[in-house]
């Protein structure tokens, strides 16, 4: 089993910049692709970006250009760095592991942007 707890969220400016860390622990080794979703009040969660072992990124369309997702092996670390962020990009983040079939999530971490 794998634990994610994320950080790094917290209010910013419409134009502003943000890094999400989630940290993972447990069976780490085990995890195939880890990933980085947002929910907002009223709406489905989506999908964010999402990284594969080997370093495969992809974005959500509507963070293209803006966000960028990595991963530290070694740290047992993703991190998503947030730029030009807009007021749509306000929500709960959440970190996400797969494992296999299995999937394990965060508890995670609100980003607010203000205009």
């Known amino acids: 089993q794998v634990q994610l707890v994320e950080s790094g969220g917290g209010l910013v400016q419409a134009g502003g910049s943000l890094r999400l860390s989630c940290a993972a622990s447990?069976?780490?080794?085990?995890?195939?692709?880890m990933g980085w979703f947002r929910q907002a009040p009223g709406k489905q969660r989506e999908v964010v970006a999402t990284i594969t072992v080997d370093g495969n990124s992809n974005y959500a369309d509507s963070v293209k250009g803006r966000f960028t997702i990595s991963r530290d092996s070694g740290k047992n670390t993703m991190d998503l760095q947030m730029n030009s962020l807009k007021p749509e990009d306000t929500a709960v983040y959440f970190c996400r592991a797969e494992l296999g079939w299995y999937l394990y999530w965060g508890q995670g971490t609100q980003v607010t942007v203000s205009s």
């Open positions: 447990g069976r780490t080794s085990l995890i195939t692709a």
